[in-house]
């Protein structure tokens, strides 16, 4: 899969970006829909290629976002006017523009607009997402007042307008904002479901607790589906294994990749974990470990 990525404007640590060719490798084509019951930024998703779907995600900014832009009231233009505004307050603002942010901040946590949420999402520190206990915005500003540059407000438009190109109308894309344990039971035979949970014992906010019980809910629901799934967890890194692994998923098939997560709070966040990709599908094709990496040896020899 050598596509162009299309990029969601939501940022957040989650975001597998780099691991979407890896995933769209391994999941088979299917008549059905594609189901995504964790969707996060969207990532995933944009580039499934599916014309029917059902995207769902306990966040509900996350979900509104996405439903206005399908609907059409959240569009580049808008964005773009939006963004330029609020950035050259933004720049302006006291106390190197902290005075701004915390505006916003404040804002979003009483009325949660949507482009609100894109301003955060973009100007908090290091492209993270997190909510305090109280369901409220809890990252602090990236301490760039000029962060809502023209290049970079193009950049957040462009990444809309992509987006919104590939958001199938409703019925075809359904946006929802439940729990995973009520869409899993949607998928049909010939469906595919691509799940993406928190990871168990690495990172925990209000939309994203995460426990073994949820854990193995989600295991006996995988198990007892008639759909292809695909499920991303961690493997191991340099201190620990995935416990869940052994107690639930190596009972499938399962491929690994190193990776490396780029931000996050925890310095252990920070460093090369090993991604699993779990599924209940034949896999002897497919490179266990590292995928794409052969490939690129095999370039670098013939010439
Ligand atoms: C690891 S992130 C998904 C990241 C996504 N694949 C991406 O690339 O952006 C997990 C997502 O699951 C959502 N979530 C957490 N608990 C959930 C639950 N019980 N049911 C549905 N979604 C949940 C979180 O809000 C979060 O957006």
Redesign the pocket.
């Given at each position: 899969m050598n596509k162009k990525i299309i990029t969601?404007p939501?940022k957040?640590q989650?975001?597998?970006?780099k691991?979407v060719p890896w995933i769209m490798d391994l999941a088979p084509k299917v008549s059905g829909k594609w189901i995504?019951?964790?969707?996060?930024?969207?990532?995933?998703a944009f580039n499934s290629g599916y014309k029917d779907a059902i995207l769902?995600?306990?966040?509900p900014h996350?979900i509104n976002f996405y439903k206005g832009v399908q609907s059409g009231k959240i569009t580049a233009a808008l964005m773009k006017q939006y963004l330029e505004t609020e950035g050259s307050i933004l720049s302006n603002a006291g106390d190197n523009g902290y005075d701004h942010y915390r505006f916003v901040k404040t804002r979003f946590n009483e009325d949660f607009s949507p482009y609100d949420f894109i301003f955060l999402s973009r100007a908090g520190f290091n492209g993270m997402?997190r909510f305090n206990k109280k369901g409220k915005w809890n990252i602090p500003f990236c301490k760039k007042p000029d962060r809502f540059a023209q290049a970079y407000v193009t950049k957040i438009t462009n990444q809309l307008a992509n987006v919104n190109q590939v958001i199938q109308p409703e019925p075809n894309w359904q946006f929802l904002n439940?729990?995973?344990?009520e869409?899993i039971p949607m998928a049909a035979e010939n469906d595919i479901i691509?799940c993406?949970?928190?990871?168990y014992g690495r990172y925990v906010d209000y939309?994203?607790?995460?426990s073994e019980a949820?854990e193995k809910l989600l295991f006996s629901l995988l198990k007892e589906t008639k759909a292809k799934f695909v499920l991303?967890t961690w493997h191991h890194n340099n201190w620990r294994e995935n416990e869940m692994i052994s107690r639930y998923w190596d009972k499938f098939n399962i491929v690994t990749k190193d990776h490396f997560y780029h931000s996050g709070g925890k310095v252990e966040n920070r460093q090369t974990v090993v991604e699993a990709l779990v599924c209940n599908f034949d896999i002897t094709e497919f490179n266990a470990h590292n995928h794409g990496h052969q490939e690129k040896a095999k370039q670098l020899t013939a010439f």
């Open positions: 969601p939501i957040s989650g975001i597998k970006t691991l995504e019951p964790f969707l996060g930024t969207g990532v995933v769902n995600d306990t966040n996350i997402m439940r729990s995973f344990a869409i691509y993406d949970p928190p990871y939309f994203n607790g995460w949820d991303s």
